[in-house]
């Protein structure tokens, strides 16, 4: 996967001299992503990682800011000791189109990056479908699609379209196994795909790759010699870092992945989830869901998390109440007793 390195300005409008911090305190990838710096009105950071990795900044003095990792130097702007000037506030409808779909096409999702400020930020359909949003002027919002791509918009006033290439099927999207040293959390959401390419060959798979698999009936894992699609594995690696990526071709459905059973269960993570969050899928009552990121060797909480295409290639470990689908429900309601 290419990298980007670029330059942020955190700008922070202190008036009184007082020295202020603004740093990452979250991305989109596993890998972990660090900058900070310090400064009376504005400081600069400097910070590398994945192209298209979307970085959550938070200055001392309150308030978070987006960027996106994309070779391009930006800003992250922060109103410190009052100085915010006063805010205009203006909607706008954003006309999701998903271009190359075709009204008999698989309905695919649109949905905002910034979750926690727009949650209900999404909608769905074949062709295309309207969301309703509100905010500041000038505001700008990232989208992304079920299918693939990513689209802004800025908030004015004035209805806009997020435009995303879209084909037949849920395929072409991209994903990666970082193998880290160590254990690993990993899934395979495609049946077939385009030959991989990455910085882990074959010897090292062979040679340094151990899988484990959860069996939720007897709560134990079991060594395997082999993956299958739609299913989510702890990885250990023996030798060094290395990543894999994919190009999928026949994706997995979200209908075909294995029931979940009461209590802890391993989930693989395919792209018909894509827009959703964990919690919201079929019929299922979750007490909890956690990815693991490798490199901090922390649990990460996903609950309340939308999914994106870069959580393709990760499992999510979820504890449910229920015996239960994650697959939405088709067909009409049982007849009544």
């Not at 670029?6 to 009184?16: D, L, N, Y």
């Not at 910085?199 to 062979?206: E, L």
Request: with cysteine; proline share 5%.
């Amino acid at each position: 996967m290419a990298t980007s390195t670029s330059r942020t300005s955190s700008a922070q409008g202190s008036s009184g001299g007082t020295s202020s911090n603004g740093s990452i305190v979250s991305t989109t990838q596993a890998t972990e992503v660090v900058g900070s710096c310090s400064g009376a009105q504005s400081c600069i950071a400097d910070v590398k990682g994945y192209n298209g990795t979307k970085l959550v900044w938070k200055s001392d003095c309150g308030g978070y800011a987006y960027t996106v990792l994309d070779g391009e130097n930006e800003y992250a702007t922060f109103y410190c000791n009052g100085t915010q000037p006063p805010v205009e506030i203006v909607s706008e409808q954003v006309k999701c189109v998903f271009s190359g779909n075709g009204s008999e096409g698989p309905t695919q999702k649109c949905y905002t990056t910034d979750y926690a400020g727009y949650p209900n930020a999404y909608c769905s359909g074949t062709e295309s479908c309207v969301i309703d949003v509100k905010g500041p002027k000038g505001k700008e919002l990232g989208w992304e699609s079920s299918c693939k791509g990513y689209a802004t918009t800025r908030l004015d006033g004035e209805s806009e379209y997020a435009t995303f290439e879209c084909g037949k099927s849920r395929g072409g999207q991209t994903y990666t196994i970082n193998a880290a040293t160590g254990w690993n959390i990993v899934s395979y959401p495609a049946y077939s795909f385009e030959p991989p390419t990455g910085s882990c060959s074959a010897t090292t798979k062979g040679d340094s790759f151990t899988y484990y698999w959860y069996n939720k009936s007897t709560g134990k894992y079991e060594k395997v010699s082999s993956t299958k699609a739609g299913e989510a594995y702890w990885l250990h690696n023996s030798g060094g870092p290395c990543s894999i990526e994919y190009k999928i071709k026949e994706p997995v459905p979200l209908s075909s992945l294995p029931e979940l059973g009461k209590g802890w269960n391993f989930v693989a993570i395919v792209p018909d989830m894509i827009g959703s969050s964990i919690e919201s899928l079929g019929d299922c009552n979750l007490k909890s869901a956690y990815s693991y990121n490798a490199e901090s060797r922390k649990w990460v909480p996903e609950i309340g998390s939308r999914i994106t295409e870069a959580d393709l290639g990760k499992g999510f470990v979820v504890n449910s109440n229920n015996a239960c689908s994650l697959a939405v429900a088709s067909g009409p309601p049982p007849l009544p007793d």
